[in-house]
């Protein structure tokens, strides 16, 4: 599978916003359905955001109107801009294809964290 590095992520205010990135070696991006995750200390990955290859965008309920998937296929990088984040945002947030069940490798994600 394809190298994905995560970046964008940082230390926030609650309502700051963030703009992460997803940088990916060869055609996965252009070529995949991708998607961004995250995963908070103790609780199980979640899907935030999904964009298909025809530009389809779609999203959990608990970032909706938040949060907006966006990619570059020429750039080979797929982007979350997340604003009016929240405390229970924090986690570290992966890009990687969708569905979650076809994906073999995490990056190592970029760290999000939001004080209240």
């Known amino acids: 599978q394809a190298h994905l590095v995560e970046s964008g992520g940082g230390l926030v205010q609650t309502g700051g916003s963030l703009r992460l990135s997803c940088a990916a070696s060869?055609?996965?991006?252009?070529?995949?359905?991708m998607g961004w995750y995250r995963q908070a200390v103790g609780k199980q990955r979640e899907l935030i955001a999904s964009i298909s290859r025809s530009g389809i965008t779609n999203y959990a309920d608990f970032v909706w109107s938040r949060a907006t998937i966006s990619r570059d296929n020429t750039k080979s990088t797929v982007f979350l801009q997340m604003n009016n984040l929240r405390p229970e945002d924090t986690a570290v947030y992966y890009c990687?294809?969708?569905?979650?069940?076809?994906?073999?490798?995490w990056g190592q994600g970029t760290q999000v964290t939001v004080s209240s």
């Open positions: 060869g055609s996965i991006i252009s070529t995949s359905n």
């Open positions: 990687n294809i969708v569905p979650m069940y076809a994906v073999s490798s």
